[in-house]
């Protein structure tokens, strides 16, 4: 199903504001040399709940920041109501995902130029668990 006009326009509003929200605490934490974009925001239809798909260079850092983004949730939540407040009357509550499709294109990309061929490295195949 399509999002609607609405859901668009939300999402891009939280989308915008929780780039300052998160660069200007990753700036303010310490954290220097580490890149967080929010890459999506998808809003349910009933504007709920957002789930924020984040891409955080260098990759290594990503699961641990994303722990630390979703138990701060509640104070980044509160930030973006204070930005939104005239364009929002209820925020919708945040879910942070890590958005790992660069590195995945990455893989791919690397495969295609014969950097990495799997036929020849078995070992680059991501093991999949069989149910």
């Known amino acids: 199903m399509e999002e609607s006009q609405r859901q668009k326009k939300i999402g891009s509003v939280l989308q915008r504001d929780l780039v300052d929200v998160l660069q200007k ?40 920041l ?5 138990s701060n949730a509640p104070l980044i939540k509160h ?11 209820r925020m919708p509550e945040l879910q942070f995902y890590l958005d790992d499709s660069l590195e995945y294109i990455d893989k ?6 014969g950097e990495e061929n799997p036929l020849k490295k078995p070992d680059l195949l991501d093991k999949r668990k069989k149910s």
Do not use: C, H, W
């Not at 040399?33 to 504007?47: A, Y």
């Open 79 to 89: 930030e973006l109501a204070q930005r939104t407040k005239n364009q929002l009357r």
């Open 25 to 64: 605490a990753a700036t303010q934490g310490g954290m220097q040399g580490i890149l967080i974009s929010v890459t999506k925001v998808k809003v349910t239809v009933d504007l709920s709940v957002a789930k924020v798909y984040l891409s955080i260079f260098p990759n290594d850092k990503g699961k641990e």
């Open 108 to 113: 791919i990309d690397k495969s295609l130029k």
């Open 66 to 70: 994303i722990l630390g983004i979703k």
